[in-house]
């Protein structure tokens, strides 16, 4: 099950669960209705012009600022040189309904995230001092491989 909708003067392939980048949405509450769709296909291999019953909602996962893009304009034997960058402003969508003629095809929800806590140590260390006033000792975290240990030893 997939639709075909229009955002942002783009058109956008979209199925239940797809996450895509569109132009800035602005003013939502974290719900997206897109009422632009152009086509749905309800079943494999059938495509039928959706019209105007056909709604395609999606939830707020981001909103950010794409990748630079240089814009260098010039013009030889004229000293003309001109640089520009642009971010282009973007929302991604994650889909999560598509419906259309009395059917609704759903995405499967999420698994909510858990925050991570850190247990309590126990039994942790004192950290010795050290010599210069301000820092702390560290341990040494390198250490040799055994394997080249005992061809060290094997070579004396």
């Known amino acids: 099950m997939y639709a075909v909708i ?11 669960g797809d996450v895509i980048r569109v ?7 974290g719900r997206v209705e897109f009422s632009d769709v152009l086509a749905v296909s309800p079943e494999a291999g059938s495509v039928v012009p959706a ?9 707020v996962v981001e909103q950010g600022r ?10 030889r034997k004229k000293q003309y040189k001109k640089l520009r960058g642009h971010r282009q402003d973007f929302t991604a969508v994650r889909i999560t309904e598509v419906a259309f003629g009395g059917q609704s095809f759903k995405a499967p929800e999420l698994p909510k995230k858990e ?13 010795k001092a050290s010599a210069r ?5 560290k341990k040494a975290a390198h250490k040799k491989p055994a ?5 060290k030893a094997k070579k004396k």
């Open 51 to 59: 019209g105007s019953g056909a709604t395609v909602t999606g939830e």
């Open 6 to 16: 229009r955002a942002g003067g783009k058109q956008y392939r979209v199925a239940p």
């Open 133 to 137: 006033p301000g820092k702390t000792a």
């Open 23 to 29: 132009e800035k949405v602005n003013g939502t509450d």
């Open 147 to 151: 394997a080249k240990k005992a061809a």
């Open 66 to 75: 794409g990748d630079k893009i240089l814009v260098f304009h010039f013009k």
């Open 115 to 127: 925050k991570k806590v850190k247990p309590a140590h126990e039994g942790a260390e004192d950290v």
